[in-house]
């Protein structure tokens, strides 16, 4: 087994602001995995909360990890010795999601078909980061002339407060007001308590259809009391990395949101995936500042969740990569064995 890595540098067309700051370009790390004669990829997108905060951390875990010795195992021992060894997360995601890349062509198969999975079948979200809102206008009126485009997610939670907060969103109802598009919220941890008790009483009378981490990581105490006579359907993000999380939170919760990222690849997001559904949550799957491999990655699982925002690549300038694409609002994988995904070698080698 070769494996080879590649740092690549990725810009956004539109800086995108969120409760926690503003990110406009990362560096992100690809892992070539050839065996047998199959080049098969993965992608880390490093953050301080997946476990890595520099592309360095996320490089030299990863490479310490694959000289530990990970040849003879099977996908599942390399996931657990990476949980026991502490891997970062999003460092291990792009070895996992390469190794079931690797697997499925092997097997001629697509990841979904490998797994037995349907094909993608629900629209992704479109997001909108926290903006004044003139430029909330702009990017909203400028997003929905395409006619693919289903859902918008809307990041709230601002710094400035709920009143700016209603500002963002009133001028989203404006600006989509003649189209049939749903409107998501995530606050990323933004409210407190009471805050979140007053805009998603605020938000349910103005078509929101969920909201996705009112409270802040670290506070999921005081879920059960924003539980108890929710107007909106409440989802986790930051809460919920890791399927024991689910377990923990499961009462207070109508959903999660898994991203390969936080759990570290397919394989945790497959048993994410299968706690939740035997809790009866809603699933949903998410993304960081991915490129088309990590997304596609994501889409080979996405046929059996019920809300999609795999979307980042959309956002990129360029997307270094090539694979995932949008089909009647769907963000599909392309029609090849594995994930079907690969980095664009000639432009990044």
Same mark, same amino acid.
């Given at each position: 087994?070769?494996?080879?890595?590649?740092?690549?540098?990725?810009?956004?067309?539109?800086?995108?602001?969120?409760?926690?700051?503003?990110?406009?370009?990362?560096?992100?790390?690809? +892992?070539?995995?050839?065996?047998?004669?199959?080049?098969?990829?993965?992608?880390?997108?490093? =953050?301080?909360?997946?476990?890595?905060?520099?592309?360095?951390?996320?490089?030299?875990?990863?490479?310490?990890?694959?000289?530990?010795?990970?040849?003879?195992?099977? +996908?599942?021992?390399?996931?657990?010795?990476? *949980?026991?060894?502490?891997?970062?997360?999003?460092?291990?995601?792009?070895?996992?999601?390469?190794?079931?890349?690797?697997?499925?062509?092997?097997?001629? /198969?697509?990841?979904?078909?490998?797994? =037995?999975?349907?094909?993608?079948?629900?629209?992704?979200?479109?997001?909108?980061?926290?903006?004044?809102?003139?430029?909330?206008?702009?990017?909203?009126?400028?997003?929905?002339?395409?006619?693919?485009?289903?859902?918008?997610?809307?990041?709230?939670?601002?710094?400035?407060?709920?009143?700016?907060?209603?500002?963002?969103?009133?001028?989203?109802?404006?600006?989509?007001?003649?189209?049939?598009?749903? +409107?998501?919220?995530?606050?990323?941890? =933004?409210?407190?308590?009471?805050?979140?008790?007053?805009?998603?009483?605020?938000?349910?009378?103005?078509?929101?259809?969920?909201?996705?981490?009112?409270?802040?990581?670290?506070?999921?105490?005081? /879920?059960?009391? /924003?539980? *108890?006579?929710?107007?909106?359907?409440?989802?986790?993000?930051?809460?919920?990395?890791?399927?024991?999380?689910?377990?923990?939170?499961?009462?207070?919760?109508?959903?999660?949101?898994?991203?390969?990222?936080?759990?570290?690849?397919?394989?945790?997001?497959?048993?994410?995936?299968?706690?939740? *559904?035997?809790?009866?949550?809603?699933?949903?799957?998410?993304?960081?500042?991915?490129?088309?491999?990590? +997304?596609?990655?994501?889409?080979?699982?996405?046929?059996?969740?019920?809300?999609?925002?795999?979307?980042?690549?959309?956002?990129?300038?360029?997307?270094?990569?090539?694979?995932?694409?949008?089909?009647?609002?769907?963000?599909?994988?392309?029609?090849?064995? =594995?994930?079907?995904?690969?980095?664009?070698?000639?432009?990044?080698?």
């Amino acid at each position: 087994m070769i494996i080879n890595l590649h740092k690549v540098n990725l810009k956004k067309k539109y800086p995108l602001q969120i409760s926690r700051g503003v990110h406009n370009k990362s560096t992100n790390l690809f +892992i070539e995995l050839i065996s047998d004669g199959i080049n098969a990829w993965g992608e880390c997108a490093p =953050g301080k909360t997946e476990g890595a905060n520099s592309i360095d951390i996320a490089e030299n875990s990863l490479l310490d990890f694959i000289e530990s010795g990970i040849g003879s195992l099977s +996908i599942y021992e390399v996931n657990k010795k990476a *949980k026991d060894l502490n891997i970062p997360p999003c460092a291990f995601a792009a070895l996992d999601m390469a190794l079931w890349d690797w697997k499925a062509k092997k097997s001629r /198969l697509s990841i979904n078909d490998l797994f =037995g999975l349907p094909k993608p079948s629900m629209p992704t979200s479109i997001t909108v980061g926290i903006n004044p809102p003139e430029i909330i206008k702009e990017r909203v009126e400028e997003l929905i002339t395409n006619k693919e485009i289903r859902a918008l997610k809307i990041k709230l939670g601002s710094p400035e407060g709920i009143d700016f907060d209603k500002e963002i969103y009133e001028q989203v109802i404006q600006s989509t007001k003649n189209s049939n598009i749903s +409107i998501r919220v995530d606050a990323n941890g =933004g409210w407190s308590l009471d805050d979140a008790k007053i805009m998603m009483k605020w938000l349910s009378d103005r078509k929101a259809e969920y909201i996705e981490q009112p409270l802040k990581e670290g506070d999921e105490d005081n /879920l059960k009391y /924003l539980f *108890k006579g929710r107007p909106l359907p409440i989802i986790i993000d930051e809460s919920c990395r890791f399927s024991e999380d689910v377990v923990k939170h499961s009462q207070y919760v109508d959903g999660i949101n898994l991203k390969l990222m936080k759990c570290g690849g397919i394989t945790e997001a497959l048993k994410i995936l299968n706690t939740a *559904k035997s809790f009866g949550l809603k699933t949903m799957i998410g993304c960081m500042s991915e490129s088309s491999v990590a +997304i596609s990655a994501g889409a080979s699982i996405s046929g059996i969740i019920d809300y999609v925002d795999l979307d980042s690549h959309y956002n990129l300038d360029p997307d270094p990569s090539e694979g995932a694409f949008m089909q009647n609002g769907i963000t599909m994988t392309s029609n090849k064995y =594995g994930h079907g995904a690969k980095l664009k070698l000639d432009n990044y080698a």
